[in-house]
């Protein structure tokens, strides 16, 4: 697991509104980073929930989830028909997989994406930055009716990808 600079993941978290309660977040990793460690300490902070999705093997948290009433943690199969199993929608859905895992069937995984976010909700991916998924992902993104996609030179072996979710489209 590579443990990320506390700074620039700061400056990563001001992506974040504070300005509105009770805020959903979204969390799909395979533990190739510790950014859900940030994300758990930010919404126990701030009264918000955090929905951590695990895909592959569990992965060790720095944290205790009992000690944050908003936060679940549960193994998730990219392969479901849905990631979320209630009607619950999210204002943020950060991604933090390997660019193999996503590679294969990227389009999908942003549908599933999409259906479960709130509209204009904003989706963050982490791909690497010497993969070739990262030339490829601002078309697969506007492919998949995601719009004002931003990348944030932050990390030195990360490209911060961010896109928000179109208004008024369904599928």
Known sequence: MERLDKREVDMLMQIVSDHYPNQQIFHISDGNNDLHDYLFELTKRRGYEYDLRIVGDPFECSFDPKDHPGCTIEELD?????FN????????????????ILEDDFQLFLQKIYRMMKNSGIVVLMPKKDGRFRERIDTMLEDGYFV????????????????RKMHGWHR
């Open 148 to 163: 004002a996609i931003n990348h944030i030179d932050l990390f030195d072996g990360y490209d911060i990808v961010n896109a």
């Open 78 to 82: 990219l392969g479901r028909k849905a």
């Open 85 to 100: 199993k209630h009607a619950r929608l999210y204002e943020y859905a950060f991604v933090t997989l390997e660019d193999h």
